[in-house]
């Protein structure tokens, strides 16, 4: 079946950096588009970022310039380096992918950025 396994998650200073890791398995990795998202406290799930199979990224404008996203197809894992962290990019942050009419999820990583 279908999984995917955050981590990386954190507490970090405001203006550092953090990486995320997305550990897929259950499906042809390299053939799906991966996304993250994220959801802060009180608010709807929102992109942040996401990878096609051909490599092309697409970000957020909140993330752009900040976030990149990157995949790594031998090892099924899908990446999300954060840089210059703001105190609103505190959430919980979530790996996506959609395949065979559905949508999966992981269980998410918490993301706080705090002083």
């Known amino acids: 079946q279908v999984q995917l396994v955050e981590s990386g998650g954190g507490l970090v200073q405001p203006g550092g950096s953090l990486r995320l890791s997305c550990a897929a398995s259950?499906?042809?990795?390299?053939?799906?588009?991966m996304s993250w998202y994220r959801q802060a406290p009180g608010k709807e799930r929102e992109l942040a970022a996401t990878i096609i199979a051909s490599g092309t990224t697409v970000y957020a404008d909140s993330v752009k310039g900040r976030f990149t996203i990157s995949r790594d197809n031998a090892k099924n894992t899908v990446f999300l380096q954060m840089n210059s962290l703001k105190p609103e990019d505190t959430a919980v942050y979530y790996c996506n992918t959609n395949l065979h009419g559905g949508a999966y999820w992981g269980k998410g990583t918490l993301v706080t950025v705090s002083s």
């Open positions: 259950g499906f042809t990795f390299w053939r799906y588009a």
